[in-house]
């Protein structure tokens, strides 16, 4: 009688004899393998993070020479973030999120989330880390919180060292808001907290479904340019008013609500709105992604 197949290319007879060791194995433990740590450092020394950092980090440093060059901003009817970048170091922190919002931003959350476990089985390598033996759903697991703590440094990455240089170029003070009131600098920046916070939330729908994608494919740029492809068409269907209240089912529709964390009046339903849709919809992909990942058939 042929021995059976896995799942993994391995013959059932000789995995269920590895199984069966592995269970009285000396010093083996689930719960222990692929510590984050390992999986941090493994993912840190990656070209493609170094390169993203050198980008988020740069990007202050660009539009602050472009203003620069350009001049300070001088329209005499202010209405968006941009026209008040120069105001303080805290409206300039606030225009690099306002930049970032919608595809700067989407880019890293993709990449680090999308890439993670497509490149392991680009590389052939993601077969040998199952034969550690690592559980797959730890495996998963693993990977997906180490995506989702880069893509957190990268957003706070983009606002903190705008704040940094802002404040060094144009020097701490109030936060002016396009209304025409201010927000005192030490109001400012607990509220600007809160808002990088909610993109970092909304961010989530684009962390799993790059996520998703990654376990379904060997091609980490596909998982990645899929992830970044639907946010822009979602964000081409909310500019749709034909759409109506259909649009406020798009994660594009509430990007920018975090701009009610910066209003004189603190205002939650805006966010709260958007948090809850994104939340629901990265918990239908991450468990399309577990389930579909237990049942694959991985041979590289």
Not at 97 to 113: D, E, K, S
Not at 114 to 129: F, I, M, N
Not at 265 to 278: F, K, P
């Given at each position: 009688?042929?021995?059976?197949?896995?799942?993994?290319?391995?013959?059932?007879?000789?995995?269920?004899?590895?199984?069966?060791?592995?269970?009285?194995?000396?010093?083996?433990?689930?719960?222990?393998?692929?510590?984050?740590?390992?999986?941090?450092?493994?993912?840190?020394?990656?070209?493609?993070?170094?390169?993203?950092?050198?980008?988020?980090?740069?990007?202050?440093?660009?539009?602050?020479?472009?203003?620069?060059?350009?001049?300070?901003?001088?329209?005499?009817?202010?209405?968006?973030?941009?026209?008040?970048?120069?105001?303080?170091?805290?409206?300039?922190?606030?225009?690099?999120?306002?930049?970032?919002?919608?595809?700067?931003?989407?880019?890293?959350?993709?990449?680090?989330?999308?890439?993670?476990?497509?490149?392991?089985?680009?590389?052939?390598s993601l077969r040998y880390l199952l034969a550690a033996p690592v559980p797959r759903a730890r495996l998963l697991a693993r990977k997906?919180?180490?995506?989702?703590?880069?893509?957190?440094?990268?957003?706070?990455?983009?606002?903190?060292?705008?704040?940094?240089?802002?404040?060094?170029?144009?020097?701490?003070?109030?936060?002016?808001?396009?209304?025409?009131?201010?927000?005192?600098?030490?109001?400012?920046?607990?509220?600007?907290?809160?808002?990088?916070?909610?993109?970092?939330?909304?961010?989530?729908?684009?962390?799993?479904?790059?996520?998703?994608?990654?376990?379904?494919?060997?091609?980490?740029?596909?998982?990645?340019?899929?992830?970044?492809?639907?946010?822009?068409?979602?964000?081409?269907?909310?500019?749709?008013?034909?759409?109506?209240?259909?649009?406020?089912?798009?994660?594009?529709?509430?990007?920018?609500?975090?701009?009610?964390?910066?209003?004189?009046?603190?205002?939650?339903?805006?966010?709260?709105?958007?948090?809850?849709?994104?939340?629901?919809?990265?918990?239908?992909?991450?468990?399309?992604?577990?389930?579909?990942?237990?049942?694959?058939?991985?041979?590289?």
């Amino acid at each position: 009688m042929s021995a059976g197949v896995t799942t993994d290319g391995v013959s059932s007879d000789h995995a269920g004899s590895d199984h069966a060791g592995a269970d009285h194995a000396e010093g083996y433990r689930p719960g222990r393998t692929l510590p984050l740590r390992v999986e941090a450092m493994r993912q840190l020394r990656r070209r493609r993070t170094l390169v993203i950092g050198g980008v988020l980090a740069a990007m202050p440093f660009v539009i602050l020479a472009a203003f620069q060059i350009g001049g300070t901003p001088g329209r005499p009817d202010r209405t968006t973030f941009i026209d008040l970048a120069t105001a303080s170091g805290a409206n300039f922190a606030v225009t690099m999120l306002f930049v970032g919002t919608g595809f700067m931003l989407v880019i890293p959350v993709a990449l680090f989330c999308g890439d993670t476990v497509a490149s392991e089985a680009s590389w052939s390598s993601l077969r040998y880390l199952l034969a550690a033996p690592v559980p797959r759903a730890r495996l998963l697991a693993r990977k997906f919180a180490v995506g989702l703590a880069f893509s957190a440094v990268a957003i706070v990455m983009l606002p903190a060292i705008g704040l940094v240089v802002g404040t060094v170029a144009y020097g701490w003070g109030d936060l002016k808001l396009p209304a025409g009131a201010s927000l005192p600098a030490g109001e400012a920046l607990p509220r600007i907290a809160i808002a990088v916070a909610f993109v970092f939330l909304s961010e989530l729908v684009i962390a799993a479904l790059a996520f998703w994608l990654s376990t379904a494919t060997d091609a980490p740029l596909g998982a990645v340019g899929g992830a970044v492809f639907l946010s822009i068409i979602t964000g081409v269907l909310d500019a749709v008013t034909a759409l109506g209240d259909l649009r406020e089912w798009l994660p594009a529709h509430w990007q920018y609500a975090w701009a009610d964390a910066l209003q004189p009046q603190l205002e939650w339903g805006g966010m709260l709105q958007g948090v809850s849709l994104s939340l629901s919809y990265a918990v239908v992909l991450l468990v399309l992604a577990f389930r579909g990942f237990a049942r694959k058939d991985v041979v590289s």
